[in-house]
């Protein structure tokens, strides 16, 4: 421990350092020796949930020669059941991570990850310096902020929270006990994004009225299980009581756990939360409203097909209006996407591409003196910047919490046929509305408490 904390106030020192000199205060990936990282000097990475999407960040840390990969941990042995019916759990994600080390010996042998069922643990082990937590939504409070308390540094998956009073806990955890935090939002590590909100920013389109933000529509059956509703017995080496978590006790279904939970209000919201954390937050960047949020819900429709199991909105409508007169527009209907209207023309991003009219704004330079947003090119190599270095990522807990609330606030005014929710983006509270306001939280199954 003191080798570490030795060498992250070395680092801090000399960005700080360098800041005095005029140099920039994030230290390139480069010049933390890229391929000449000694053991003791890496970063020592646990992932908490392997499924699918903790399967993909497993591949994406797994390359940077700054991290160690030294547990893993889930609620299920291993199984089919996730993307496209594939494998998944903590013993396929043990023999990943271990087979890529052995890839690199001599030996061609590697036994230095344990898996694990109990989060906890994980975050008991001293030599852990940092987890991603990428489980269900409903998985992710409790151990974000039990992984602030035990000071570790945090990636998180998209959607932040499962609810506002979650977010509004995981983030003032985090602002607490002062560690380093990313959100799995990684568009805000796509350059078309970023060329594109600064653009907006820099009063290219004129004054903004209009934000339009496209996602995609429906509840799909990513895992293969969609035919399988019907209660079933637990499968062996699956610990679903714990997989439930503070959710109610339900009986088990194929259906509703590993990547089909987002369609279950228990443990998701929907296309809405679930790319939610994604195109809204660049909207919110672009707009540079990543501090506060929206004062009205407006014209809320929602669309929620019977189902014996699934229950989120497959088509949604809802505008969220700001206090200067913006109004977002949040449906399945719009353009995949962002667009952001002004006075003067309009820009368009996605994944991988950006757009604007009239045209001649893609030629435009962003002066030295205009605004130019964080720029980060890699996520996951972004965060390990922040760990080492003890700076802010590009997509900070604060900044998630708020981009989500607008999604939160859109599935409680659809659900409940609200015309009209009033809401303080300071005092984080919907005005005159009993109901809407219990519903910024979540009643917890005994024993799990945020406390």
């Excluded at 606030?409 to 809407?436: C, F, H, V, Y």
Aim: glycine fraction near 10%; charge should be neutral; hydrophobic fraction near 35%.
């Amino acid at each position: 421990m003191s080798q570490r904390t030795s060498r992250r106030q070395f680092l801090k020192t000399t960005a700080v350092t360098a800041a005095a000199f005029g140099f920039p205060t994030i230290i390139p990936a480069s010049a933390l020796g890229r391929g000449q990282v000694a053991p003791s000097n890496r970063v020592n990475v646990a992932m908490i949930g392997t499924g699918n999407q903790g399967f993909n960040d497993l591949r994406s840390f797994l390359p940077d020669e700054r991290v160690q990969l030294v547990a893993v941990c889930d609620v299920n042995r291993g199984s089919l059941g996730y993307w496209d019916g594939k494998l998944g759990g903590r013993e396929p994600a043990k023999q990943l991570v271990e087979e890529h080390y052995a890839a690199a010996k001599a030996s061609g042998s590697y036994k230095g990850c344990d898996a694990y069922v109990d989060f906890g643990e994980v975050l008991g082990r001293d030599d852990v310096d940092a987890v991603e937590i990428c489980t269900p939504d409903h998985w992710h409070a409790i151990p974000v902020i039990a992984a602030a308390r035990a000071k570790k540094d945090i990636y998180c998956q998209k959607p932040l929270s499962l609810t506002i009073v979650e977010g509004r806990r995981m983030s003032d955890a985090v602002k607490q006990h002062n560690v380093i935090f990313q959100t799995g939002s990684q568009q805000r590590s796509d350059s078309n994004f970023r060329r594109a909100c600064e653009l907006v920013r820099n009063g290219r389109i004129g004054k903004v009225h209009t934000v339009r933000v496209g996602l995609p529509a429906g509840r799909v059956d990513f895992a293969k299980t969609g035919d399988q509703k019907q209660t079933a017995p637990v499968p062996d080496g699956f610990e679903y009581d714990r997989w439930l978590g503070p959710a109610p006790d339900v009986p088990y279904a194929p259906a509703r756990c590993h990547v089909n939970f987002r369609w279950i209000y228990d443990y998701s919201g929907g296309m809405v939360t679930d790319w939610g954390g994604h195109h809204p937050d660049c909207a919110q960047w672009g707009l540079g409203t990543d501090g506060t949020g929206p004062v009205e819900i407006r014209a809320a429709k929602g669309v929620f097909p019977p189902d014996p199991l699934w229950n989120t909105a497959t088509e949604f409508y809802f505008e969220a209006h700001y206090a200067d007169g913006v109004k977002m527009i949040i449906s399945d209907k719009e353009r995949g996407g962002v667009t952001w209207e002004g006075t003067e023309g309009k820009v368009w991003a996605n994944r991988g591409e950006h757009d604007a009219e009239p045209k001649k704004l893609l030629d435009t330079v962003i002066g030295p003196n205009e605004i130019h947003l964080y720029k980060s090119d890699d996520h996951f190599r972004n965060f390990i910047d922040g760990v080492l270095t003890r700076t802010e990522c590009v997509a900070p807990v604060e900044t998630a919490h708020r981009s989500i609330t607008i999604c939160h606030l859109g599935n409680i005014a659809m659900r409940l046929g609200r015309e009209s929710l009033r809401w303080d983006p300071a005092k984080e509270t919907i005005q005159d509305d009993a109901e809407a306001t219990a519903m910024l939280s979540r009643k917890y199954r005994e024993p799990w408490t945020l406390d």
